[in-house]
């Protein structure tokens, strides 16, 4: 059993900074990537950022200069630094991981968060 658990959404107003974590836990063996995706309102679920097993990060467009991807590896937690915020930025945030859960079975990254709400107004 992987479970992902998304914390730090919230209310922010422009140009306001949050901080997004996501942990995962249950049987895993390793994780080689995490990922946070996130879907606006009438809009379809985006890559927002995403780190590797090695430490490469990627992200969208959208987000680059203002966003900032991090890991813990020892915690099984992804981060997401989140500053100057601007009401696009509104949406529900989630977290993806590619892991394996045994030495058995390959990697599936069939695993998501519930999600969190980052809701940007003033």
């Known amino acids: 059993q992987v479970q992902l658990v998304e914390s730090g959404g919230g209310l922010v107003q422009p140009g306001g900074s949050l901080r997004l974590s996501c942990a995962a836990s249950g049987t895993i063996v390793s994780i080689r990537a995490m990922l946070w995706y996130r879907q606006g309102p009438g809009k379809q679920r985006e890559m927002v950022a995403a780190?590797?097993?090695?430490?490469?990060?990627n992200y969208a467009d959208s987000v680059k200069g203002r966003f900032t991807i991090s890991r813990d590896t020892a915690k099984n937690t992804v981060y997401l630094q989140m500053n100057s915020l601007k009401p696009e930025d509104t949406a529900v945030y989630y977290c993806?991981?590619?892991?394996?859960?045994?030495?058995?079975?390959?990697?599936?990254?069939?695993?998501w968060g519930q999600g969190t709400q980052v809701t940007v107004s003033s």
């Open positions: 993806n991981a590619d892991l394996r859960r045994s030495v058995h079975s390959g990697y599936s990254s069939a695993y």
């Open positions: 780190i590797t097993a090695g430490g490469s990060t």
